[in-house]
């Protein structure tokens, strides 16, 4: 019973925070305590209220009409909330208004079972699925690793697309571009546009300041009040194309008119920068995790039966072969 209980408030956590939202703008607010209640015979199949000892190596750290909730527990109950009511659990003022939320739903839950709703069928299947996803995500959590050694060797792979540039440009806008032109202008025909932004590659090249063009002349309003500043733009984070161009610029040059589906672009190199694995090591362990739980995940289900109904599902769909040429 215990753990269905732990279950079923883990899958409700939401409403925890939801509870506590309430708590906090409504102080002073005290839930209200339910009192023991003693099954008769009419209900004698629902579970009565557990008393048993706690799991091994869990402290009680309160209880409800008896029943105990360990640490264990709350933590279990806390590592799924938001993270500012993380954070409120720090102090022990946070920790009771959370614990009083908790209890609340115990209490509830309490009642549930007392009604018989354990038992009915839609209540039962959430069980079911709840103890699937529980189950599944522990599971992968011991099954998928990102060692240094695997991070490292992601790293050296990735390199190259980590590394940034400081970027300025400045953006000419034309018919069809995701980039509006500057207020109160009509967007330019691609040919005009184009010719338009070859001009100002020509001023740039004659010693036309650069801060200053941009703030004159690029449609993209929010960097052209920095003078087109764009700040570190990673490699990985443009398309190849004007990736390919960018990076091949020296600092300090400027690059011919490159067209995107944001406009026309004139860029201008700055400052290249290399990040190391340290710096590097949250994101590449957060897609290296990704990356080998996919693959897992694809294993494990490569070898596993699965037999589904074709009256429910449909027939199965083949995948379709190369197109043969008439």
Request: proline share 8%; with cysteine.
């Amino acid at each position: 019973m215990k753990k269905d209980l732990l279950y079923s408030l883990i899958g409700v956590v939401l409403v925890v925070a939801l509870c506590f939202g309430l708590a906090q703008m409504r102080p002073g607010f005290e839930p209200p305590k339910s009192e023991p209640f003693h099954l008769d015979k009419s209900v004698a199949s629902v579970a009565p209220v557990s008393k048993a000892a706690p799991p091994a190596g869990g402290k009680v750290v309160m209880r409800v009409n008896e029943q105990p909730v360990t640490d264990l527990e709350f933590q279990t109950f806390l590592s799924g909330m938001p993270e500012n009511m993380q954070q409120m659990a720090q102090t022990p003022h946070g920790r009771r208004m959370i614990a009083d939320q908790i209890a609340s739903l115990i209490a509830l839950a309490q009642e549930g079972r007392k009604m018989g709703i354990d038992n009915d069928k839609e209540t039962r299947l959430r069980l079911d699925a709840d103890q699937t996803n529980v189950l599944a995500m522990a599971a992968l959590r011991k099954l998928v690793t990102a060692n240094d050694a695997r991070m490292r060797e992601e790293y050296n792979k990735q390199k190259g697309n980590y590394e940034s540039v400081d970027l300025k440009h400045i953006l000419i806008a034309y018919e069809g571009s995701q980039v509006p032109p500057r207020q109160g202008s009509a967007p330019l025909p691609l040919p005009a546009a184009m010719e338009k932004a070859s001009q100002i590659e020509a001023q740039l090249r004659a010693g036309g300041d650069f801060a200053m063009m941009a703030k004159s002349q690029s449609d993209d309003v929010a960097s052209a009040q920095q003078g087109g500043e764009l700040g570190p733009v990673p490699r990985g984070s443009l398309p190849p194309e004007v990736a390919a161009a960018v990076f091949a610029l020296k600092s300090g040059e400027v690059s011919r008119p490159l067209r995107t589906q944001f406009g026309i672009h004139i860029f201008k190199a700055g400052e290249r920068k290399s990040p190391s694995f340290e710096q590097m090591r949250p994101q590449i362990e957060a897609e290296l995790q990704q990356k080998l739980a996919k693959e897992t995940v694809d294993r494990i289900k490569s070898g596993a039966k699965i037999d589904m109904d074709p009256t429910f599902f449909g027939p199965e769909e083949k995948p379709a072969g190369p197109k043969t040429q008439p």
